[in-house]
């Protein structure tokens, strides 16, 4: 079971039964999951509904012919949706999201395999497939661009300077290189995609689905139909999952269902299979970075130079933020005077790739762990040794000059991660088991790891998210925002964060499902900033309701209610005519300042901080890799909900072991070959490890109670530790993930004979 700790002493005159931030109260929507009663979109009873299809190009660069109708199949059973009806209508024929290049349907070149180039409704999903088939698409195919080294099309690059990289290396006493390549990753999400859509009726148009970010589908769809926002509305279901994969997808596939449903005037589901689902949507970003790095002799940092180059696909999605935080975690939570990172996404003929929990993290990471182990042997330098020296500490700046106040978690949680996973007692009991056992080895592995809560640089000043409570019938409260649950505890956590702001019970607070015609515009669902930005939006906007109310009965703000004085100073409130919903905007409380020109200064409000320890067996015989354990310390700021924390952080350690080891995308001609869950290897309960957790408290100033972003921390270390274990336990030097049994395979039998004891 994860190590959790208690929760940290309230303020003075609190009473132990008020307590609700630090407890593990009942999640908001775990009855209705647990009881099936949930509604998920596919779940959605829609009188007069036809489903939608999806006609998608089978090359992976082409020029379109010609698109023609069977004049044997009864059309009037159908609608078709092409390109040429959307110039015809006046819409827009672009996904609205950062360089606007995708195109919601191809209209006369398709940039990679799967890409939209028509859509089909009839009044049940079978008569949509029988219709979309009896389209005759001619094609010309072109030569298309796959290999990501040698795309000259950029949709990205950025560029970090510090020190005097020459001078660093000038006084190395040892360099070494190294290139590091990592695999796509498949989201698998429990529930696919889906969206249905409404025509527009009383000048309003309608979608409802799973998704991650309801505004970021109001502005795509503003900007398909040349609506005003105020014409859009949309409204989560319950999601199941989404981990990156339901941020900018739909987009797309809200408006295919906007357009069929303006088409056929009806509504329209357009719910995705699986195998669609994993073959057209988007991925975690493929690539390599390259390393050159600089020690001197007492094994401290002088110099790195980093190159990171991403598969971004056809179209720029969004690229160029994940490029820009990989670019800025490059250098990992580490001291160096001299760093050179430069960084591009490069467009390829693929589908597109796009957000991923950890959002190009990851991948830097991977990278860096490992090419820290490749340098401690170049060194003669212990492992854990090289980093401890090398580790931030407070008030040291990062890669972009950016004083860190809180980096001395980061030697917190090495030292915790050791301790836990008896780092030197088990390492020798590994050599003891290595020499006596012929076809089997054992072996740990370490990473340290760092990551940005909230948007990079200015985004979240520039976001300006707002959140609102309202009184609700009966003394009770509502928040209102557009994060989204799709099952992190978003609903659960707000609540508890304003049950402790006011003072009053966990149960007197509600919380919804986002409906754009109801709540603000919170930002999107992502880049660990629910809890740690829209969190503290949520306690300000609650504390604006605390104001006017003690202002009401005449007493001073900031003092805990009780049930009974909160329902009088409600009703009195209400009685005079005063305001029902108090709102509070982002006022980049940390005051971090960025230079986005220069890439120089606070690059996040804050950082959590984490050491990971991966322990595994391998098979000599079948090179399959058996993960025995996981210890991992990681800071959270403060778990406003330990167990719920917990849970984050296991799922996305596990995920993380299955991009290191298992998940491996296969491409072939442009196309995901494996977008089936039977030849997608995805660890199972079987395969996930039992997980000790040390979950650390240094609160962030100006975080809510203390909370940091933890969604995409532990996704960032799981994978480079596991590899770095494999290649202890067989000498060997990896560099590529997934570390399938073939490629260990193939490093181990490259060892001379002698050294692999045959």
């Not at 819409?91 to 799967?114: G, K, M, R, T, W």
């Not at 088409?263 to 669609?276: F, K």
């Not at 109310?549 to 329902?567: D, S």
Request: charged letters at 25%.
């Amino acid at each position: 079971m994860p190590s959790v700790p208690p929760a940290r002493t309230r303020p003075r005159g609190a009473r132990a039964a008020e307590r609700v931030v630090g407890r593990n109260v009942l999640r908001r929507e775990g009855r209705e999951k647990l009881t099936g009663q949930a509604i998920y979109v596919a779940d959605l009873a829609v009188d007069d509904a036809w489903w939608g299809t999806t006609v998608r190009a089978p090359h992976a660069r082409a020029r379109i012919l010609a698109i023609e109708r069977d004049p044997g199949y009864d059309w009037s059973r159908a609608v078709v949706v092409l390109a040429a009806d959307l110039e015809r209508r006046g819409y827009a024929n672009v996904a609205h999201l950062i360089h606007d290049d995708q195109p919601f349907l191809a209209a006369s070149v398709v940039e990679h395999a799967e890409e939209p180039v028509a859509l089909v409704a009839a009044p049940s999903r079978e008569e949509a497939e029988r219709a979309a088939a009896h389209l005759r698409i001619r094609y010309e195919p072109l030569e298309p661009l796959l290999d990501f080294e040698g795309s000259r099309a950029s949709f990205a690059s950025y560029a970090i300077d510090k020190g005097d990289l020459a001078r660093g290396f000038a006084a190395a006493a040892t360099v070494l290189e190294g290139v590091y390549r990592f695999g796509a990753q498949e989201h698998a999400y429990i529930e696919p995609n889906g969206m249905i859509a409404w025509p527009s009726r009383d000048g309003v148009r309608r979608v409802q689905g799973s998704m991650q970010c309801p505004f970021y589908v109001v502005h795509a769809l503003a900007r398909l139909f040349r609506e005003p926002e105020a014409a859009i509305r949309v409204v989560q279901t319950t999601t199941g999952g989404g981990f990156g994969g339901k941020e900018e997808y739909p987009n797309l596939i809200a408006g295919h269902a906007a357009l069929l449903a303006d088409a056929c005037g009806r509504p329209v589901r357009l719910l995705y299979d699986r195998a669609e689902d994993m073959a057209a949507t988007t991925r975690r970003h493929p690539g390599r970075v390259r390393h050159r790095s600089g020690l001197d002799s007492d094994g401290r940092l002088l110099a790195l130079e980093i190159d990171v180059r991403l598969d971004a696909g056809a179209y720029a999605t969004l690229s160029p933020v994940v490029l820009s935080r990989a670019v800025l975690h490059a250098a990992g939570p580490y001291r160096c005077a001299n760093v050179r990172i430069t960084g591009t996404a490069v467009k390829t003929n693929t589908p597109p790739n796009g957000a991923f929990r950890g959002f190009g993290v990851p991948q830097v990471a991977f990278a860096l762990e490992r090419h820290l182990d490749r340098l401690a042997a170049a060194a003669a330098l212990d492992p854990v040794e090289l980093r401890r020296r090398n580790l931030l500490a407070d008030g040291e700046t990062t890669a972009t000059g950016q004083a860190v106040a809180d980096a001395g978690a980061s030697r917190q949680a090495l030292a915790a991660a050791l301790s836990r996973s008896r780092w030197r007692s088990t390492r020798r009991a590994h050599a003891a088991y290595n020499r006596r056992h012929p076809t089997r080895r054992r072996g740990l592995g370490l990473a340290c790891y760092f990551h940005g809560s909230g948007f990079t640089g200015n985004g979240e000043i520039r976001l300006g998210s707002v959140a609102a409570v309202e009184l609700a019938p009966g003394g009770r409260v509502r928040v209102l925002a557009s994060s989204t649950e799709m099952g992190q505890g978003t609903r659960t956590v707000f609540a508890q964060i304003v049950a402790e702001t006011l003072g009053l019970p966990y149960e007197r607070i509600e919380t919804v499902d986002p409906d754009t015609a109801e709540v603000p515009d919170s930002g999107p669902t992502v880049a660990s900033r629910t809890v740690a930005v829209v969190g503290r939006i949520v306690a300000d906007a609650a504390r604006e309701l605390d104001r006017a109310l003690a202002a009401r009965v005449g007493r001073p703000p900031g003092r805990r209610w009780t049930v009974a004085t909160f329902e009088r100073a409600a009703r009195r409130h209400l009685a005079a005519g005063g305001e029902r919903r108090f709102e509070a905007r982002f006022a980049n409380p940390a005051g971090q300042r960025f230079d986005d020109r220069a890439y120089r200064g606070d690059a996040y409000a804050t950082y959590a901080w984490a050491a990971t320890v991966v322990e595994v067996e391998v098979d000599l015989v079948s090179f399959e890799v058996e993960v025995r354990r996981v210890v991992s310390a990681q800071d959270v700021g403060r778990a406003i909900h330990p167990r719920l924390a917990a849970g984050q952080l296991e799922g996305g350690l596990a995920q993380a072991l299955g991009w290191g080891l298992f998940e491996e995308v296969v491409m072939r001609e442009g196309r995901m070959v494996n977008a089936q869950l039977t030849n997608y290897v995805l660890p199972t309960a079987i395969e996930t490890p039992p997980i000790e957790l040390a979950i650390l408290e240094r609160p962030f100033a100006h975080g809510p109670f203390g909370a940091k972003g933890i969604g995409e921390l532990p996704m960032d270390g799981g994978a480079p530790a596991a590899v770095n274990a494999v290649a202890a336990a067989l000498g060997v030097d990896l560099t590529e993930i997934p570390a399938t049994p073939e490629r260990i395979a193939a490093a181990w039998f490259a060892r001379p004979p002698q050294e692999r004891g045959a």
